[in-house]
């Protein structure tokens, strides 16, 4: 390296290399050798984590073809489809804010989600139901609205408000820092963060 001009040199800088939560700094400049990294993320939050991975895929796997299926099946205008659509869309999400009040202030986050999942369910199945060739006549458009509107967009509001927070609140809340026997030790916060 003494070939290398000093300008050109790479100094390590602690600052780019480590963040205050990962490691710290001492009053000679050198960093704490101890490493601070996140631990084990329980079975029960990765259990969680698929669940919601599984509800949004059902939730945008169905509402793709909802445009669709309200022009070709139910024989909507496409104006009033697209409002019909973009309306679920809209009830789906605002509906988080009713979900997250039940949770906080009635029901806790784990009865709440279990509440408006089986909402949920019966909504996807109802929207099935609703779009049978022999009952399209009689509970076509009745039943897809009564399923989106009413049973899968609050299904969605109550599920969508708690589960992240509820699978963050399956890490254990142990005296963290704590250091293994490599010397290493586990951050909650940063176990959390990721």
Request: hydrophobic share 45%.
């Amino acid at each position: 390296m003494s070939d290398i001009p000093k300008s050109d040199q790479k100094v390590f800088d602690p600052e780019v290399y480590a963040s205050d939560s990962m490691k710290e700094v001492v009053e000679d400049g050198a960093i704490d050798s101890n490493l601070q990294v996140p631990g084990p993320i329980p079975f029960a939050a990765w259990l969680i984590i698929v669940t919601e991975l599984c509800e949004r895929f059902s939730f945008y796997g169905a509402s793709m073809l909802f445009q669709r299926y309200m022009l070709t099946h139910l024989m909507l205008e496409k104006g009033t489809a697209t409002a019909i659509s973009r309306g679920f869309s809209f009830f789906s999400y605002i509906t988080t804010i009713f979900g997250a009040i039940v949770a906080d202030k009635w029901l806790g986050k784990f009865k709440t989600i279990l509440i408006f999942a089986i909402l949920y369910t019966a909504g996807l199945v109802l929207l099935t139901v609703s779009s049978m060739d022999s009952l399209e006549e009689t509970l076509g458009l009745p039943g897809f609205l009564v399923a989106l509107y009413c049973m899968i967009s609050w299904g969605t509001g109550g599920i969508k408000s708690n589960v992240s927070t509820f699978a963050a609140e399956q890490i254990p809340a142990e005296d963290y820092p704590h250091p293994t026997k490599t010397g290493v030790t586990i951050n909650h916060a940063i176990t959390v963060e990721r």
